[in-house]
C-alpha cells in the first residue's frame, strides 16, 4: 500500500505531459535513455531528468547494461495506474464537493 | 492468481483479481444539484490543468447528458480529445461512464473501463457521491490479448507479468 503522500507525489510526476510519454514508452517494454530520447522531441539529459524523477516516485526502476542505463516500469509502482486513478478521482471528486457546494450557496442566496 | 483474458459480462460476480478504485465525499448540496454539477458543469469543476490528455492545453471537459453521449477535452485550439462516453445516464441517481483510456494515456473504444457514480440523497441538502473506477484489471487482459501477438520478451507481456504481479499484492 503506497502512503497517501506518495499518491500525491507520482500524481504530480505523472501529470507532466512529457512524463507521461515516456511512462507510455516503458509500458510498451524496457527503454534505454537514447531510445526515448529518438522517440519524443526531447534531448537526452531532458528525458535522464524525467526519469529521474519517475524513478524517484517509485514508478521506474533501472538497470546498467555495460554503459547503458535501461529503464522499465517498476513492479511494485506499477500499482502505479491504479494509484494514479486513486489519486485523480481524489482530488477530482473534491474540486466537485467544492463546485456544487459553492454554486448551490449562490443559487440559494440569488433570489430567482 | 488467475488472470482474465476475456472480459467478462456485467451480470457475473467480480473474479477476485477485479481490482478498482473507490471514493465517497459528502456534497452539502440537493441530490439533483449534485447531479447537475457533476455532468452539465463538468468542465467547471475537472482539475484540467493537471489532467488531460490533447496537446494543446484543455479549456473544457464535457459529458454530454444522455446514454451514449460522448465524454471528451476540448483544446484552447478547438481540438477535441475523447476520454469514453456515457453507458448509464439515470439523473439524480446514477450514472455510469466508459473510461476508454490505455495504459499510455491514449483513447482507444476497443478498451474499456467503468466508473459508476451514485448520487445518494441523505438529506435535503445533503448527498453523498459514491464512485468507482472498477475493471481495472483490463489493463492486464489487453497485455495478454496483445501478446499473442507480439510473442517479445519486453513489450506487452512483460507489462503482463508485471500487473499479475502488482494484483497479487494485496492492498
Known sequence: MIEPIHRIAALGALGDPTRREIFGIL???????????????VTRPAVSQHLRVLSDMGLVTHRTAGTRH?????????????????ALWERALNDFKAAAER????EKETPR | MTVMSQPQPQSQPQPQTAMSVKKTVLVDAPQAHAFAVFTERHGAWWPLATHHIGKAAAETAILE?????????RGVDGSECDW???????????????????ADWQHDPSFRTEVEVRFVAVGPQSTRVELEHRHLERYADK?????????????????????????????
Open chain 2, 65 to 73: 447528458p444522455r446514454a451514449g453521449g460522448r465524454w471528451f477535452e
Open chain 1, 70 to 86: 535501461i529503464y522499465r516500469l517498476d513492479p511494485d509502482g506499477i500499482a502505479a495506474i491504479r494509484d494514479y486513478l486513486d
Open chain 1, 103 to 106: 454554486s448551490y450557496t449562490q
Open chain 1, 27 to 41: 509500458a510498451g517494454g524496457p527503454s534505454s535513455v537514447a531510445d526515448i530520447a529518438r522517440r519524443l522531441p
Open chain 2, 84 to 102: 469514453g462516453h456515457v453507458l448509464v445516464w439515470e439523473p439524480p441517481d446514477r450514472l455510469v461512464l466508459a473510461w476508454e483510456l490505455t
Open chain 2, 143 to 171: 497485455a495478454d490479448s496483445m501478446r499473442a501477438g507480439l510473442d517479445s520478451e519486453g513489450g506487452w507481456g512483460s507489462l503482463l507479468k508485471i500487473f499479475a504481479a502488482a494484483a497479487a499484492t494485496p492492498a
